[in-house]
C-alpha cells in the first residue's frame, strides 16, 4: 500500500464524513439507503421538515442521540488521533460526522462542519447552542426556556450554510504556508462539496490530495492517491510517522 508520510514539514487538513464512523455502528445515509422511517432522510433533516413536523425531527435524533450513545471510535478515528498528537497544530481535522465520535477518540483540533448530534440550540432566538444528550419522549419538541420556542438540533441540514466561522478556520489552515500542504479525505464520497471544494483548493495550493473511500470515487481524477476500503483497516496502515 502507498504510505501518507508525515514528517517535521507536513502540514494536513483531513476532511471525514459518515463513512468513518460506519465501523463503529452508525450507518451512513447512503448505508440507510437514504431512508428513514420509509421516507427520504432530508424530511427530517431540513428546515422545512422541521416545519412541517417538529415531532417526528425529533424522534429521528432521539434515536440518534440513542444510537449514538452506545458506539465506540473505530481504529479509523484512533489513527487520526494519533496523527494530530504527532503533528500538533500542523494537523487540522475538518469533520462532517456530528456523532462526537473524533473527539471521544482523541481528536482535539476539530471543525464540526455540519455541528453535533449532542447540542441542541433555539430555533428561534439568539441564545447560544447547549450541550444536550436527552433523548426526547416520544411525542415531544423541547422548548427554550428564554423564548417559550422550539428547540432544534445543533446540526447544519439539507440546505442550510456552513458556519462562516468554521469555513474561515480552514481556509487559514490551508492559506498559512508554513510546511508541505496535504489533504486527505476519508468516508466522504468525494463528489459533494464540501469535499470537492476542499481538494480543488488544496491542488491550486500545489499540495497533495489523498482520497480513502469505500466505493469508488466519482473525481477520481481530482484526488492524486486514491485507496479504496474501509477507513477502520485502512487508516491505522496509510501513515508513516516520521
Ligand atoms: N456518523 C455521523 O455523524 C453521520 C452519519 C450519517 C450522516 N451524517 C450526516 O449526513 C451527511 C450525509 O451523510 P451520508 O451518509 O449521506 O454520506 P454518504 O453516504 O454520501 O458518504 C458516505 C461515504 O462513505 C463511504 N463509506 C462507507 N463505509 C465506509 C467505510 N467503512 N470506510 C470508508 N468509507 C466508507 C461510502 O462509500 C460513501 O462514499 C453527512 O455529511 C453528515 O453530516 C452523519
Ligand atoms: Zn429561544
Partial sequence: MKSLILDS?????????????????VPTFRGMGGLWENRPVEEVASPQGFTEDPVRVWRFYSQRREGAAGVHPNPGHTALAEWERHLGDRFLLATQNVDGLHQRAGSQRVVEMHGNLFKTRCSNCERP??????????????????????????????????DEADLGRIGEFLTRGDGKLVFLAAGTSGAVWPAAGLVDQVRKLGGETWLVNFDPPENAERFRHFVQGRSGELLPRLATLA
Fill in 9 to 25: 514539514s507536513t502540514r494536513l487538513l483531513v476532511l471525514t464524513g459518515a463513512g468513518v464512523s460506519a465501523e463503529s455502528g
Fill in 129 to 162: 447552542p447547549m450541550d444536550d444528550t436527552t433523548v426526547y419522549p416520544e411525542g415531544t419538541v423541547p422548548r427554550c426556556g428564554a423564548c417559550g420556542g422550539s428547540l432544534r438540533p445543533h446540526i447544519v441540514w439539507f440546505g442550510e450554510n456552513l
